[in-house]
């Protein structure tokens, strides 16, 4: 029984499958994973500063799985291979937060474009989100700002250290009509 | 109505990856090119849609598009080109 109405919260979904990848909500056993990806030299640049111990990713995915207001996904194939991370967290009306989106060194480039329609479908079809605010882009990560900005996202600041972005329903829905080769249909859910 | 020509697929491949004119073959692959990654991806698709004015959105082959010769392919079999 779904008892998920449309609501304009962040709800951890066991899983939300896409067309060739598949979201999963992060568990403990994935804390190596997730390490490997955040201490990785080239992406960890662009990343918040994580410390290299697997028992202190332990503790914040279990700290993680009491938390009600964000939800963190493994970017899985459709055969479970894992590729990457990517977390939905500060809920702010009918607008919503995504970031901490890491890929692999060797995953496809439609990994990419793939896991960011997935993310607006899971976050406007099923969690009823209107908008996405403050997608902070460490200045210098230039191929993240073009990728923010070729989906349709404008610039509305800058920090010291971040470009801030953010993107409307009308522009989430322009981009995802011209990219329904990489996610033809809504996103669907196992809660 | 006349379909488009190869060398404006190309032509508007190569401003989405933002070369120089003329850079691009009909055989060039994404490994082979610094600016086509997921990003270079994204604008190539953006661009096309554009071009082919929404035609190629629903084609799903072009997700896994990562070659010009692959791009052209998919389009003559679709007729659009």
Known sequence: ?191 | MSKIPHSEVIAAVEKALEMKPGLLGENTRAEEVDMWDSVGQLSILVALDKLFDGKIAHINEMAEADSMSKILNILKRHALI
């Not at chain 1, 960890?44 to 799985?65: C, G, N």
Request: charged share 25%.
């Open chain 1, 1 to 191: 029984m779904n008892t998920h109405n449309k609501s304009r919260a962040i709800l951890k979904a066991r899983k939300v499958v896409g067309r060739t990848l598949i979201f999963r909500n992060v568990e403990v056993a994935d804390a190596a994973f997730i390490l490997s990806l955040r201490t990785n030299i080239k992406k960890s640049k662009f990343l918040m500063p994580v410390s290299p111990e697997l028992d202190r990713q332990v503790a914040w995915i279990e700290d993680y799985e009491h938390k009600t207001d964000q939800a963190y996904f493994i970017i899985e194939t459709n055969a479970g291979t894992p590729l990457g991370a990517v977390r939905l967290y500060d809920a702010a009306g009918d607008s919503f937060c995504w970031g901490s989106w890491v890929l692999k060194d060797g995953a496809p480039h439609s990994a990419a474009i793939e896991s960011a329609l997935m993310v607006y479908s899971y976050a406007t079809d099923h969690l009823g989100f209107r908008a996405a605010h403050q997608l902070n882009v460490c200045k210098g990560h230039e191929n993240m700002c073009r990728f923010h900005e070729s989906f349709g996202a404008e610039r509305v600041g800058e920090t010291e250290s971040f470009y801030v972005y953010q993107i409307s329903l009308e522009g989430i829905n322009a981009i995802r009509s011209k990219l329904k080769m990489y996610l033809a249909e809504n996103v669907t859910v196992e809660w």
